[in-house]
């Protein structure tokens, strides 16, 4: 692939940046930042005080920075935003779902022993839309029913095409005058709710199931879990989730000799059936009642085989750092100013994002802030979850982490290597001034860590604050 061509403006702002005295303190910064695309600048200082006489022992400042400013990773686990901190929140992803399945971490290896099942919860159709199918490696037609003739609205409604993997027809209505916009938009605002609901059925058909009150079942078994939201290319979300049985005290007991994965399966299927939620009614809107797709897929987790932990800690760490922008939105909030025919999104998405700010314009649905969230179509709750027992945590991975960058590289915020700072009194304050590049660091964070090169256009103006640009 060719590079990418270079205004003046960029190649005299790489030229500042790379002859500066303090190019190599900057470029210390970046590497230790993993060259985040969109570092936070902050301005301030840390002091560091004797606790009993309150002498300054120590001073760090921002003065002596490269711009005045000590640079830090935003740490966003957005692909899109930045490819950087988003591997490393995939990987502390990976890391956690993995020590939930063979131990680590915290987590006895005796874990592999509990019952565990890879579920899958998927949306219900709110209209045909063009998909790609293959079966026995073969690929098939989209919607071959030729005998269903035209919708109301003048449209066939099949189609004969084997969609390739690129196609952008794929996750696109047959008819979008046809499609039950409402419907999509109400189901990915609800679906927390309704997974909620699951989580709560799951462990009363437990119960059930082997005679006991849910209060009873909680002295001898508990559930565990580990999810993330991925995003159809229709534009709804449907829920991946590592889903396991421990002992009363988590993962650091074993469960009943009768939890065993077949009764976990048919907790599963039970409980997604038997959850529904009911929208919010309006004065032109009737309620209506919300449940999960038909398609509930149930599958055991082993060491080895056909699904190992390795290939379900890598899938949902794989999505744990996409979101509505990979069907053809955007991965920023939308302003009540912007224009929605001007935005970069798909027709399919369009209309999503339009019926988020119809209903939330509606005082019922006020609670539901579809507005808020129409750059996710309407899905405002956390991508990736757990229950609190069900591993380590992605606090205590980032800890683990800061406490070894600090031994290891040169940029710090003044830490006293011949204090333990539990015995003096730090004292910090910071101020934020920005984020990002001006287009020659950026161009120059790509080269040392080895990244994409940034895109940039006829002007060389990237993605990077104003302020900055000003001030180059």
């Excluded at 976990?264 to 919010?280: C, E, I, K, Q």
């Excluded at 309006?282 to 999960?292: H, I, K, M």
Aim: aromatic share 6%.
């Amino acid at each position: 692939m060719p590079a990418p061509a270079l205004s003046p403006l960029t190649l005299r702002d790489i030229a500042r940046r790379a002859t500066s005295p303090d190019y190599h303190r900057w470029t210390a910064q970046i590497r230790r930042t993993g060259g985040c695309a969109q570092p936070i600048h902050l301005r301030g200082r840390v002091d560091y005080h004797d606790p009993l006489t309150g002498a300054l022992l120590h001073r760090y400042s921002t003065v002596h920075e490269p711009d005045g400013v000590l640079r830090v990773a935003c740490k966003t686990r957005r692909a899109s935003r930045c490819p950087s901190c988003a591997e490393v929140y995939r990987t502390d992803t990976y890391q956690l779902v993995r020590a939930g399945l063979v131990g680590g971490k915290g987590v006895p290896d005796t874990v592999t022993d509990h019952p565990a099942a890879f579920v899958t919860l998927t949306a219900p159709g709110f209209g045909p839309v063009h998909a790609r199918h293959e079966k026995a490696g073969k690929l098939r037609p989209c919607h071959p029913r030729r005998d269903l003739g035209d919708c109301p609205h003048g449209r066939p409604q099949s189609c004969t095409q084997r969609h390739g993997a690129d196609d952008p027809r794929l996750g696109e209505p047959l008819c979008p005058d046809c499609y039950d916009y409402t419907g999509s938009v109400l189901f990915n605002a609800l679906a927390p709710e309704l997974w909620r609901r699951f989580t709560l059925a799951l462990r009363r058909r437990l119960a059930k199931s082997v005679g006991l009150t849910v209060a009873e079942l909680r002295a001898v078994l508990a559930v565990s879990f580990a999810k993330v939201a991925e995003y159809q290319r229709r534009g709804i979300v449907h829920f991946h989730a590592v889903i396991r049985l421990d002992g009363p005290d988590g993962p650091t007991t074993p469960p009943p000799a009768w939890a065993t994965g077949e009764l976990l399966d048919d907790a599963v299927h039970h409980a997604a059936r038997a959850v529904t939620v009911t929208t919010p009614e309006t004065e032109d809107l009737p309620a209506r009642v919300l449940a999960w797709g038909s398609q509930v897929d149930v599958r055991p987790i082993t060491t080895t085989g056909e699904l190992t932990d390795q290939a379900v800690a890598g899938y949902i760490a794989k999505y744990a750092t996409k979101a509505a922008e990979c069907v053809g939105t955007l991965d920023r909030r939308i302003r009540p100013t912007d224009d929605l025919d001007r935005l970069d999104v798909r027709d399919h998405a369009r209309r999503l994002i339009a019926e988020c700010r119809r209903l939330g314009a509606l005082e019922e649905m006020a609670d539901l802030r579809l507005a808020d969230w129409a750059h996710m179509l309407g899905f405002r709750g956390h991508f990736s979850t757990k229950s609190r027992r069900y591993s380590t945590t992605l606090g205590a991975l980032r800890t683990a982490r800061m406490a070894f960058n600090q031994r290891e590289h040169d940029i710090t915020t003044g830490r006293l290597p011949l204090f333990d700072e539990d015995q003096v009194l730090v004292i910090a304050h910071w101020d934020y001034v920005g984020q990002g590049h001006t287009p020659g660091e950026a161009f120059l964070t790509a080269a040392l860590s080895g990244k994409p090169l940034p895109p940039f256009d006829s002007t060389g103006a990237g993605a990077s604050p104003p302020e900055l640009m000003e001030a180059m």
